[in-house]
């Protein structure tokens, strides 16, 4: 069976299958799991991708992709410089929203919550598992500055490259992990004619998890 025929395969299953209460478990960190291994065995590309939704001084929302990297109870992290115009968005207003778009399965995933910086030591951890050639990268990219070409660019990364030609590439002060702490979960199954099955996780007065259809 060839990647296509699998991932449509797939698509029609839980289409048919849909989204039942009776299905669901308690815990919305269980669900996302199970959903998430599902799009990684289906070999989407990059299905760790999300979209991060800031809202800035004026009240104007953002969007851009962003990758998953980790998740637990803790939340979900992901990681960027900290001068980027979304790290200003989150020091300002650290309410945001992800969604996973799987559309190929027919599937999406939205999540609420509030980011926080993780420590420097996490963020050092991970850092040292990139690729060196993304570390120089990340010294190298004013990231969400104005720069007047790419060849700019291309003359700091070589910078970057001399500087730190020997040894280890130290993490940068400027950069570093944000984890989402989740306010609700929404799960979304596409069925047909867009009679979707959606359910919402919330906290409820005693800090359990409440479950809720919503119409589609």
């Not at 399965?105 to 509030?114: E, F, M, S």
Request: with cysteine.
């Amino acid at each position: 069976m060839n990647q296509l025929n699998k991932t449509e395969d797939l698509r029609i299953q839980f289409m048919n299958e849909g989204l039942l209460r009776s299905a669901l478990d308690a815990d919305p960190y269980v669900v996302f799991e199970q959903w998430f291994s599902q799009a990684i065995s289906s070999d989407l590309p990059e299905p760790n991708a999300m979209c991060l939704a800031t809202i800035d001084s004026e009240g104007q929302p953002w969007q851009r992709m962003v990758l998953l990297k980790t998740f637990d109870q803790d939340g979900f992290v992901f990681f960027t410089n900290y001068h980027s115009r979304k790290a200003q968005h989150i020091q300002d207003n650290n309410k945001v929203s992800i969604l996973f778009p799987w559309q190929a399965l027919a599937r999406q995933i939205k999540i609420t919550g509030t980011a926080n910086k993780i420590s420097s030591t996490e963020s050092f951890k991970y850092f040292m598992t990139r690729p060196r050639g993304s570390q120089i990268g990340a010294w190298a990219s004013p990231q969400s500055k104005v720069i007047t070409s790419r060849a700019l660019l291309e003359n700091k990364v070589f910078e970057m490259k001399q500087k730190f030609k020997k040894g280890e590439i130290p993490l940068p002060s400027f950069w570093g992990g944000y984890r989402v702490q989740v306010t609700t979960f929404e799960f979304w199954q596409a069925r047909e004619n867009r009679l979707h099955d959606r359910f919402i996780y919330r906290r409820n007065e005693t800090n359990n998890w409440l479950i809720e259809r919503l119409a589609p």
